[in-house]
T-cell receptor, first 113, second 117 residues
Framework: KQEVTQIPAALSVPEGENLVLNCSFT??????LQWFRQDPGKGLTSLLL?????REQTSGRLNASLDKSSGRSTLYIAASQPGDSATYLC????????????FGKGITLSVRP | KAGVTQTPRYLIKTRGQQVTLSCSPI?????VSWYQQTPGQGLQFLFE???????NKGNFPGRFSGRQFSNSRSEMNVSTLELGDSALYLC????????????????FGPGTRLTVL
């Protein structure tokens, strides 16, 4: 059974800091890994999708990496801003013809002005 | 292109009642998945529908059911509501029709906040 872990559960950093959010998963037989952002009481916004054959993906100030063999992914946020404050979740999709995502519990990020 | 829409956004029900939630996927998307989000359990997979067929199901009791229509819109039904069913219910859609990695990206709606009293 796939388990996804995100530690720590919460993080507070000063504005302008570069930071890394970690995600680990137990079963390396994944099809892809997706990072999401969730604002309080809202739905999930897709940030980056990494296929199992890829090592990293970039979008603006965000960079996500994937190391399948070690069961790890990181989300790097450059020059953090107060608007980046949210909960960040990673989710993995198992190989096979289905869309089920297994989620971590998320990391709640607070960027202090 | 319009995103995933969910209706209603908020619902208040009492124990024992039943509820139906609706999800309209992004145009062209054939796969619709449902998730329950609670503070204690996080996001848990309920089920997935593809071309009107349930393709995958999570570990939820039979009180939770769903269906998908020919236009890919999906509904989720919860019967005999319990207090523990209070949660944010999220719907996600993805293309899944054509081959290619990009078609597996999942897009979520704003959710339906269900409160059971």
């Amino acid at each position: 059974k796939q388990e996804v872990t995100q530690i720590p559960a919460a993080l507070s950093v000063p504005e302008g800091e570069n930071l890394v959010l970690n995600c680990s998963f137990t079963d390396s037989a994944i099809y892809n890994l997706q990072w999401f952002r969730q604002d309080p009481g809202k739905g999930l916004t897709s940030l980056l999708l990494i296929q199992s054959s890829q090592r990293e993906q970039t979008s603006g100030r965000l960079n996500a990496s994937l190391d399948k063999s070690s069961g790890r992914s990181t989300l790097y946020i450059a020059a953090s801003q107060p608007g980046d404050s949210a909960t960040y979740l990673c989710a993995v999709k198992k190989t096979g013809a289905n869309s089920k995502l297994t989620f971590g519990k998320g990391i709640t990020l607070s960027v202090r002005p | 292109k319009a995103g995933v829409t969910q209706t209603p956004r908020y619902l208040i029900k009492t124990r024992g009642q039943q509820v139906t939630l609706s999800c309209s996927p992004i145009s062209g998307h054939r796969s619709v998945s449902w998730y329950q989000q609670t503070p204690g359990q996080g996001l848990q997979f309920l089920f997935e529908y593809f071309s009107e067929t349930q393709r995958n199901k999570g570990n939820f009791p039979g009180r939770f059911s769903g269906r998908q229509f020919s236009n890919s819109r999906s509904e989720m039904n919860v019967s005999t509501l319990e207090l523990g069913d209070s949660a944010l219910y999220l719907c996600a859609s993805s293309h899944q029709l054509l081959a290619g990695f990009s078609y597996n990206e999942q897009f979520f709606g704003p959710g339906t906040r269900l409160t059971v009293l």
